[in-house]
């Protein structure tokens, strides 16, 4: 409970979140969520001003785990397996929560902390990138905004392809990131 906040805020917060988990974060509306949780739609906007806000809420555990996972993959000396970890790893994360694709992918965000979450993941998919065309892995035109949008779409496939195929769609991208034969 933050200093000055109320016990039956930190109560109706923590229904709201609750409520909202059940939900699919692509279809999430806020009175929906307040008739789920059992508060009012003005409850619901105090602590939540928009979807985003409250889908930023719901994946603020993800994006810490991506955070050590980032970390990691900097950590490992071996740029193509530091490259394979955060592409298959990250993958795993975003398939595990729906609404993590769209608070990575947003132009803005609700929350200061997770606007600086997201530039740390950044730089570090920047350096894990750069080292990976240095050491000629991968092919010379890959920036980190390009494997991230790639790692989405294979998410997508996966989603509507079926969990079965996920390993053919990881390793046809990984394969396709490899620079051209000479």
């Given at each position: 409970?933050?200093?000055?906040?109320?016990?039956?805020?930190?109560?109706?917060?923590?229904?709201?979140?609750?409520a909202?988990?059940?939900?699919?974060?692509?279809?999430?509306?806020?009175?929906?969520?307040a008739?789920?949780?059992?508060?009012?739609?003005?409850?619901v906007?105090?602590?939540?001003?928009?979807?985003?806000?409250?889908?930023?809420?719901?994946?603020?555990?993800?994006?810490?785990?991506?955070?050590?996972?980032?970390?990691?993959?900097?950590?490992?000396?071996?740029?193509?397996?530091?490259?394979?970890?955060?592409?298959?790893?990250?993958?795993?994360?975003?398939?595990?929560?729906?609404?993590?694709?769209?608070?990575?992918?947003?132009?803005?965000?609700?929350?200061?902390?997770?606007?600086?979450?997201?530039r740390?993941?950044?730089?570090?998919?920047?350096?894990?990138?750069?080292?990976?065309?240095?050491?000629?892995?991968?092919?010379?035109?890959?920036?980190?905004?390009?494997?991230?949008?790639?790692?989405?779409?294979?998410?997508?496939?996966?989603?509507?392809?079926?969990?079965?195929?996920?390993?053919?769609?990881?390793?046809?991208m990984?394969?396709?990131?490899?620079?051209?034969?000479?």
């Amino acid at each position: 409970m933050s200093p000055g906040q109320r016990a039956d805020a930190v109560r109706s917060r923590a229904r709201i979140l609750d409520a909202a988990r059940g939900c699919d974060p692509d279809g999430l509306r806020l009175n929906e969520v307040a008739r789920i949780a059992g508060v009012g739609v003005g409850t619901v906007y105090r602590h939540f001003a928009t979807v985003h806000a409250l889908v930023e809420a719901l994946v603020s555990d993800d994006l810490e785990r991506y955070r050590e996972l980032a970390r990691r993959a900097v950590a490992e000396p071996d740029p193509a397996v530091a490259l394979e970890l955060l592409v298959r790893e990250g993958l795993s994360l975003q398939l595990e929560d729906g609404g993590l694709q769209s608070v990575l992918l947003a132009s803005q965000d609700a929350d200061a902390a997770v606007a600086g979450l997201k530039r740390e993941l950044e730089d570090a998919a920047e350096l894990v990138v750069a080292r990976a065309r240095g050491a000629g892995v991968v092919r010379r035109d890959l920036t980190a905004s390009r494997l991230q949008h790639l790692v989405c779409g294979v998410e997508h496939a996966v989603r509507i392809g079926g969990a079965g195929e996920r390993e053919f769609f990881v390793s046809a991208m990984l394969a396709g990131l490899r620079p051209p034969a000479p």
